[in-house]
Every structure is written in structure tokens, then in C-alpha cells.
């Protein structure tokens, strides 16, 4: 029986935020309370409530950009993208607001293959933005994640980290392209109007 069992009766829930837990023990949970994300940080679990409708709804509509440009443009290398995806890290295990694969030219598996680029839109609490723009950098750069992009509503703003020494910032006008996506636009500001029409 292992000390998640012992200390949080399944399924694991709000109430174990804060428990000690193994990267084994967190991976062999089957039952998860729905309604909640989940992470392990340094031994530590860490559960969160839902992402609001201000980081949902743009979210959801990115996700849709980038299946559409899948599907119609020709120069086209993405192989998938996800939302909500756990991660593993040297630390633990990071729950990502979405991620990409590209470059693959198959279908991801999901559980092995890292994502080329996994993005975060940021929550305006200060321990949220530290875990976004500092701690979960370095763990993603670590695990060969090649772009992090760090989608800020409230500074009106991405941040594109590549590794741990090189970072780019996108201006709300502005329209990034990167090339692990050839003929990808991502229109900053339509993506931030999403946001603030959902009035959170």
C-alpha cells in the first residue's frame, strides 16, 4: 500500500493538497476527484481549481487555430496539440495549458514523446506567475522542450523562452511565427480579445 493510499483515500482530491507523495505514487493513481489539476512539485501535490474562463475559452479557440492549420496548410508540421497535458519533469509532474508536437511525422505517443512547444496562460496571482514564468521555464527547457510560450492577458503579452538562456517578447499588436511551425500566424491581440470578452 503505498502512502498516498494510507493518507488520502481515493480518489485523491482537494483535501490531499499538500501531501507528500512519490512520482510513482502519483503515477499510479487511477481516481482523480474531477473538477481539479493536479501537479507534483519537489514531492509535493499540488491541487489547483479549474483554469477560469478567461484562460479556457482562449485556450480552446488556439487549439482550433492550430487543428485548422493542420488540416489546410501545406508546409504543415504539426503532428498534435493538447490541452491540459501532464508532463514529467526532473521534479515531478507539470500540468501544461496546452502543448504541441511537430516534427514527429506520426502521431505522438502521448506518455514518451515531449512536446515541441508547450504553452501557459497566465492566472494573475503572484505565486502563479512565478510558477509560470520562472520554475516551469527552467523544468521544460530541462526535458528538451524547445519553445515555452507564456501567454499573459493581464500584461498584455507572450513571453517565447527557447532553453534556459533565450526569450523573446510578443507585443499585443504583434503577430509571432516561429518555424517549428512554417506558415503558422498567432495574432496576439485576436488571442487577448478572447480573453477579455469573457469578462474574467
Known amino acids: 500500500m503505498s502512502i498516498a493510499e494510507i493518507e488520502c483515500p481515493s480518489p485523491i482530491g482537494p483535501r490531499c493538497n499538500g501531501m507528500l507523495m512519490t512520482t510513482d505514487e502519483f503515477d499510479a493513481v487511477r481516481e482523480w476527484e474531477e473538477g481539479y489539476r493536479y501537479e507534483l512539485v519537489h514531492g509535493v501535490l499540488i491541487v489547483s481549481p479549474p483554469a477560469d474562463i478567461g484562460e ?77 514564468y520562472l520554475e516551469k521555464r527552467a523544468e521544460y527547457a530541462e526535458i528538451g522542450v524547445r519553445e515555452y510560450w507564456v501567454i499573459d492577458r493581464f500584461q498584455r503579452s507572450m513571453t517565447v523562452f527557447r532553453g534556459a538562456d533565450s526569450e523573446q517578447v510578443v507585443h499585443e499588436p504583434q503577430t509571432y511565427t516561429t518555424n517549428l511551425l512554417p506558415g503558422f500566424e498567432l495574432p496576439l491581440q485576436k488571442l487577448l480579445h478572447i480573453a477579455d470578452r469573457c469578462g474574467s
Open 56 to 132: 479556457r475559452k482562449p485556450n480552446d479557440e488556439f487549439g482550433h487555430w492550430l487543428l485548422t492549420y493542420r488540416d489546410t496548410h501545406s508546409e504543415s508540421t504539426l503532428d498534435d496539440t493538447a490541452p491540459e497535458q501532464t508532463l514529467q519533469t526532473s521534479t515531478g509532474r507539470r500540468r501544461a495549458d496546452r502543448v504541441i508536437w511537430t516534427g514527429l511525422g506520426r502521431t505522438p505517443d502521448y506518455d514518451a514523446d515531449v512536446p515541441t512547444i508547450v504553452i501557459e496562460f497566465v492566472s494573475n496571482s503572484s505565486r502563479d506567475r512565478k510558477r509560470d
